[in-house]
């Protein structure tokens, strides 16, 4: 079965610190990727997407992802984390062809960050 | 535009209770989604619907059922709740796309407890 995989589930780290969430999945074929962020309280929104081309995506509020397609990975990476940006982050695949747009998703990072 | 609007925002049913939840689009999509969210799990599809009159099962259908009448609309129900079917819940929509990410968009959540 498909399946998404995040390796971090709580990650604590102090403004200014870099970051780095984990993101695998399991699927041979052709993939939209996509990460998306909970702030707390809130619905989720959309982060960053991939779905073709230059396999570094830039997001919004500083993030940034890279698709390695041999390691089945779509990590996410921030240079500097803010106070603000504790919430938690869910990476998600879309498996193509046959697109009906389902979304399989990780189980979630939950990012605290300390001021 | 409203976006995705669920109906309610929170609920307490009794075991053996029926219920629906209502999930609104004001995006004109063809696509809407619901989704289960429990913690470290990520979300899971319950159903989802392609288009006005057409719903398939997600990942985790049983104990609910959907209806898509309308395009902008997608309801959820709850035939006789159970503990387990506490959780909160997201509805999403996405327009049809052959090619091209299928970014989801979601509503605000329903968080149900189930006693």
């Known amino acids: 079965a498909q399946s998404v995989s995040q390796h971090n589930h709580h990650v604590i780290l102090s403004e200014a610190a870099s970051l780095e969430l984990g993101c695998n999945y399991s699927y041979g074929g052709t993939v939209n990727l996509f990460w998306y962020v909970q702030y707390p309280g809130q619905h989720l929104q959309l982060l960053l997407k991939y779905f073709s081309g230059d396999p570094l995506v830039k997001g919004i509020k500083g993030f940034e992802a890279e698709f390695i397609k041999s390691k089945f990975s779509f990590n996410l990476r921030k240079p500097s984390v803010q106070w603000s940006d504790t919430a938690e982050y869910f990476c998600a695949v879309n498996p193509l062809p046959g697109n009906t747009g389902k979304l399989i998703f990780g189980q979630g990072t939950t990012l605290q960050v300390k001021p | ?115």
């Open chain 2, 1 to 115: 535009n409203a976006g995705v609007t669920q109906t309610p925002k929170f609920r307490v049913l009794k075991t053996g209770q029926s219920m629906t939840l209502l999930c609104a689009q004001d995006m004109n999509h063809e696509y809407m989604y619901w989704y289960r969210q429990d913690p470290g799990m990520g979300l899971r599809l319950i159903h989802y619907s392609v288009g006005e009159g057409t719903t398939a099962k997600g990942e985790v259908p049983d104990g609910y059922n959907v209806s898509r009448l309308k395009k902008q609309n997608f309801l959820l129900g709850l035939e006789s709740a159970a503990p387990s079917q506490t959780s909160v819940y997201f509805c999403a929509s996405s327009s049809q796309r052959r090619t091209g990410s299928n970014e989801q968009y979601f509503g605000p959540g329903t968080r149900l407890t189930v006693t």
